[in-house]
């Protein structure tokens, strides 16, 4: 089926920001692909953005499994011959909810599932689907990161994150905004943008309901570097169009 629009691939799309960022992509006209762990909520998150009039396809792909990703990208192959949006959206939080966790207390199995699910796996998410992307006139691949990766504003007693030190998640943020960098080097004479997205602080299940920002609202840097223009910024870490400090 190919197709003039452009497609995004939304990973972690059954709920929170991907769902949101997946049904404002598709309100917007693009062909919204929805990542999710299993076949079965990626099939219910599609039908539902389907019943809103949104052209939205399904696709079980749990980020953490190499068998998902070499059958996703296939898939996408088959299906369209490209992708023009990666959102590496899928992420996980502290095991236990806390937010609060000593660095030296950090146990080995909290920093392999944490780093695992928001680094690892997003390395090999882009990894598998970058031909597919370099296919496209204007690549765009937006890395769900968190103001908590940021070290300068960690390193600054008085910033409004300092006393929020969750080391495993906020470290693996962090390793992620430096493969942003990084790619986005590596890809500076092509036309794909890599840019890192602090969506907020929003009421999500990883947010909790304290969270200040409801989730339309958290979805939106999402977009927005999805649907960067040619001359839009690539390497950078961005909030509602404002850049943070790595
Ligand atoms: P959420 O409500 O907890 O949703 C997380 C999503 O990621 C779920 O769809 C979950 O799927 C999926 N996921 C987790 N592991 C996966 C895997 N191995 N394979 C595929 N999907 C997987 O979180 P959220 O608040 O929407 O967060 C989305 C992103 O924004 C995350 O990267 C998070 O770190 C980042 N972020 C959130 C906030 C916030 O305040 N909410 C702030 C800063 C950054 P299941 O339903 O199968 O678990």
């Known amino acids: ?13 059954n709920r929170g920001i991907g769902f949101e960022t997946a049904r404002q992509l598709g309100q917007k006209g693009v062909t919204v692909v929805v990542g999710a762990r299993t076949l079965q909520s990626a099939e219910e998150s599609a039908a539902t953005l389907k019943a809103e009039g949104i052209e939205a396809v ?17 898939t996408l192959t088959d299906k369209f011959g490209k992708l023009d949006i990666l959102v590496n959206n899928a992420g996980v939080g502290p095991q236990d909810g806390m937010f609060i966790v000593k660095a030296v207390n950090t146990t080995e199995e909290e920093l392999q599932n ?6 690892f796996a997003t ?11 370099k296919k496209c006139e204007a690549g765009r691949i937006v890395n769900l990161s968190s103001i908590l990766g940021s070290l300068t504003l960690h390193a600054d007693p008085n910033s409004p994150i300092a006393s929020v030190k969750t080391f495993a998640y906020d470290a693996s943020k962090t390793a992620l905004n430096a493969f942003t ?36 609202e958290g979805a939106k840097t999402s977009v927005d570097l999805a649907l960067l223009g040619p001359d839009g910024p690539s390497g950078r870490f961005i909030h509602l169009g404002q850049e943070l400090p790595w």
């Open 58 to 74: 399904p696709l079980k792909l749990d980020v953490t499994k190499a068998q998902d990703r070499e059958g996703a990208a296939k």
């Open 123 to 133: 390395i090999a998410v882009t990894r598998s689907f970058l031909p597919l992307l």
């Open 1 to 13: 089926m190919p197709t003039d629009k452009k497609v995004a691939l939304i990973t972690g799309a």
């Open 181 to 216: 960098i990084h790619l986005a080097a590596e890809l500076k004479d092509t036309k794909i943008k890599v840019n890192s997205a602090h969506p907020g602080w929003v009421k999500t299940e990883m947010g909790t309901d304290q969270a200040p920002m409801e989730i339309p």
């Open 114 to 119: 944490i780093f695992g699910t928001n680094l």
